[in-house]
Nanobody, 123 residues
Framework: QVQLVESGGGLVQAGASLRLSCAAS????????MGWFRQAPGKEREFVAA????????YYADSVKGRFTISRDIAKNTVYLQMNTLKPEDTAVYYC????????????????WGQGTQVTVSS
């Protein structure tokens, strides 16, 4: 059974940094793509970043490019999202997700989801 557990969210001021973690279990993820999505109140869940687990190819939404970095630790089976220079518009629940195969950005393509972690950025 695949399980994704996010952590690391919190309340910070604009300009601060946070690192989200996603602990993955239940199978070998070397052939998976891991993604981060976020959902603000009243808005649809949107793509943030994704990484192909074994090749480390990554892709970012334009809104976070240059500020956020996705990475993974194979030994810990954990994916990270380093978020720098946070803005109030980054406020959302952040979700980790996994899908078998190639890198993709459409949330409907992902099969496994975590429960989410809240990130709130005050101005």
């Amino acid at each position: 059974q695949v399980q994704l557990v996010e952590s690391g969210g919190g309340l910070v001021q604009a300009g601060a940094s946070l690192r989200l973690s996603c602990a993955a279990s239940g199978r070998t993820f070397t052939t998976y793509t891991m993604g981060w999505f976020r959902q603000a109140p009243g808005k649809e869940r949107e793509f943030v970043a994704a990484m192909n687990w074994i090749r480390q190819e990554s892709y970012y939404a334009d809104s976070v490019k240059g500020r956020f970095t996705i990475s993974r630790d194979i030994a810990k089976n954990t994916v990270y999202l380093q978020m720098n220079t946070l803005k109030p518009e980054d406020t959302a629940v952040y979700y980790c997700a996994a899908v078998f195969g190639r890198l993709r950005t459409n949330r409907n393509d992902y099969d496994y989801w975590g429960q989410g972690t809240q990130v709130t950025v005050s101005s």
